[in-house]
């Protein structure tokens, strides 16, 4: 059982004062960011390890109720599964804030960003981007990628897939991307924590020919 402090999201006033605990029950999370319109906060989370190679999903949340939101650790996980040390007694579906997607067991899930430039297309504006860090702990491995999370008129998601990929070969690792940053010109910077690598991601539009 984690300790009364832990587990948590705290918000806290530029210069240390006013520590105010905003969500509880969060196993791990690395990412999260704000909604460039709807200023929600969403975040990416890490579920548990050692109760399957296929459960519990790794997911994405959204805090609509800051201070009494509860995402369900250590008693349930993926919004309805209940663990099988601590989940006795508890209902999932009622007691817990359910997730806006899963996406992947063990794919960790690292940082998370909203898109707002203008080079990529238009249907990538207000995206949110996930970083997937990939699977360790898998047979066959998921993950070691980016997703692109798009989100409907009222905040939840309306799909995902896969936005950059080739980072898993063959089932190995050739990379393993952690988290992305938007530059001033659009552009995207993704960091690599295997090869100790920044990339630069860029788009340059269609190419078209005039004769």
């Given at each position: 059982m984690?300790?009364?402090?832990?587990?948590?999201?705290?918000?806290?006033?530029?210069?240390?004062?006013?520590?105010?605990?905003?969500?509880?029950?969060?196993?791990?999370?690395?990412g999260?960011?704000?909604?460039?319109?709807?200023?929600?906060?969403?975040?990416?989370?890490?579920?548990?390890?050692?109760?399957?190679?296929?459960?519990?999903?790794?997911?994405?949340?959204?805090?609509?109720?800051?201070?009494?939101?509860?995402?369900g650790?250590?008693?349930?996980?993926?919004?309805?599964?209940?663990?099988?040390?601590f989940?006795?007694?508890?209902?999932?579906?009622?007691?817990?804030?359910?997730?806006?997607?899963?996406?992947?067991?063990?794919?960790?899930?690292?940082g998370?960003?909203?898109?707002?430039?203008?080079?990529?297309?238009?249907?990538?504006?207000?995206?949110?981007?996930?970083?997937r860090h990939?699977?360790w702990?898998?047979?066959?491995?998921?993950?070691?990628?980016?997703?692109?999370?798009?989100?409907?008129?009222?905040?939840?998601?309306?799909?995902?897939?896969?936005?950059?990929?080739?980072?898993?070969?063959?089932?190995k690792?050739?990379?393993?991307?952690?988290?992305?940053?938007?530059?001033?010109?659009?552009?995207?910077?993704?960091?690599?924590?295997?090869?100790?690598?920044?990339?630069?991601?860029?788009?340059?539009?269609?190419?078209?020919?005039?004769?």
């Amino acid at each position: 059982m984690p300790p009364p402090t832990h587990a948590q999201i705290r918000r806290i006033n530029m210069d240390g004062s006013g520590a105010e605990v905003i969500a509880r029950g969060i196993r791990q999370i690395v990412g999260m960011d704000f909604h460039p319109v709807s200023k929600v906060l969403y975040f990416s989370e890490n579920q548990r390890d050692w109760m399957s190679e296929d459960t519990p999903e790794d997911k994405i949340n959204r805090l609509l109720h800051p201070g009494k939101d509860f995402f369900g650790f250590p008693y349930c996980h993926q919004g309805n599964l209940a663990d099988p040390q601590f989940g006795w007694g508890h209902d999932c579906l009622k007691e817990v804030t359910q997730p806006i997607a899963l996406i992947g067991a063990h794919t960790a899930p690292l940082g998370a960003r909203f898109y707002t430039g203008h080079m990529f297309p238009s249907e990538y504006r207000n995206v949110l981007f996930v970083a997937r860090h990939g699977s360790w702990n898998k047979t066959e491995k998921i993950g070691g990628d980016i997703i692109a999370v798009h989100l409907k008129p009222d905040g939840t998601v309306k799909s995902w897939e896969p936005f950059l990929t080739g980072f898993l070969v063959d089932n190995k690792y050739i990379g393993r991307p952690v988290d992305m940053l938007q530059m001033p010109d659009g552009s995207m910077l993704i960091s690599d924590d295997w090869n100790g690598a920044v990339y630069r991601l860029s788009y340059g539009g269609p190419k078209v020919s005039s004769r």
